[in-house]
């Protein structure tokens, strides 16, 4: 099985909106740019009842259990209204991105640009 190739900085996604929970919006496919390569991610484990400690200073700080992700890429997402900017987004290798898995490469099998599974289509 081939190796997904993760974006770059500079390189144009696919980004999956999430939509609104009542309907009025439905989730929708934007082209966005990655504008950082890599991110955090908050580990589900993360427990709100155990994770605040008291700081010296007498303030309540929460700890968050986290941990680097190279598949995770801050977005600049371009909607036909105005743009917004999406940080620390999980890259889906699949050609089919689905709101949850907010971004993946344009193309056919959506492993690398233009669909190639090592990128070098658009080179």
Excluded: I
């Amino acid at each position: 099985m081939e190796e997904a190739t993760l974006p770059t900085v500079g390189r144009v996604v696919h980004y999956v909106s999430y939509g609104t929970p009542g309907g009025e919006y439905t989730s929708q496919c934007r082209a966005a740019m990655v504008t950082e390569a890599g991110g955090w991610e908050t580990l589900s484990g993360s427990d709100p009842e155990t994770d605040y400690y008291k700081h010296d200073d007498g303030s309540t700080r929460r700890v968050l259990e986290q941990r680097w992700d190279p598949a995770r890429m801050s977005l600049h997402v371009m909607n036909p209204t105005g743009t917004f900017d999406n940080l620390s987004c999980p890259y889906s290798p699949g050609s089919q991105a689905a709101a949850g898995e907010p971004f993946r490469y344009p193309g056919g099998r959506g492993t690398g640009p233009s669909g190639s599974a090592d990128g070098t289509a658009d080179r």
